[in-house]
């Protein structure tokens, strides 16, 4: 998650709502060093840099996860991300079969898995598992500190 943090504050840096991504290969082992950990995406939102309402954190690193494995069955991976995935980004998460997603901030006004329940929805093939407030307060305070500059 810090390293989702790193490329939140990318994010912030540009003027754009401060959300971080990063996509790594499953670990074979959980004693391996994090140092071993194989970071296969990483990005930040860019809406307004690219004028692309779907250039979120998570929809780009889908896009980097899948040129760097070959492959859009991203199912070997773990998502982290510094915001619950909205709408959008929680139905690709779905579709690249994503089996692990972990957010920090959960968003219970917009968020996918909140609101729409798409994660864990009955009706699709696939439900990855879930891991939330993962350095929650860290998460919290970059977009609190965000919108608090953008109204001042």
Same mark, same amino acid.
């Given at each position: 998650m810090s390293?989702?943090?790193r490329e939140a504050a990318k994010a912030a840096?540009? /003027?754009?709502? $401060?959300?971080g991504c990063v996509i790594?290969?499953? $670990?074979?082992?959980?004693?391996? $060093?994090?140092a071993a950990v194989n970071v296969i995406a990483r990005a930040y939102n860019q809406s307004e840099m690219l004028k692309?309402?779907?250039?979120?954190? /998570?929809m780009i690193a889908l896009t980097q996860a899948s040129a760097?494995? @070959?492959?859009?069955?991203?199912?070997n991976t773990?998502?982290? !991300?510094?915001? /619950?995935?909205c709408a959008m980004c929680a139905g690709a998460i779905v579709l690249a079969r994503v089996?692990? !997603?972990?957010? @920090?901030? +959960?968003?219970?006004?917009?968020? @996918?898995? +909140?609101?729409?329940?798409i994660l864990n929805h009955s009706g699709l093939n696939h439900r990855p598992e879930i891991v939330t407030d993962v350095m929650e307060? /860290?998460?919290?305070?970059?977009?609190?500190s965000f919108f608090s500059e953008r109204r001042a």
């Open positions: 390293l989702a943090l840096a540009a /003027e754009e709502v $401060p959300a790594i290969k499953k $670990p074979e082992s959980v004693e391996l $060093p994090l692309d309402a779907t250039a979120h954190a /998570e760097a494995l @070959g492959d859009w069955r991203l199912t773990i998502l982290y !991300v510094t915001k /619950e995935p089996p692990l !997603v972990v957010w @920090g901030l +959960s968003d219970p006004k917009r968020g @996918g898995h +909140s609101v729409f329940s307060h /860290e998460c919290r305070t970059i977009l609190q």
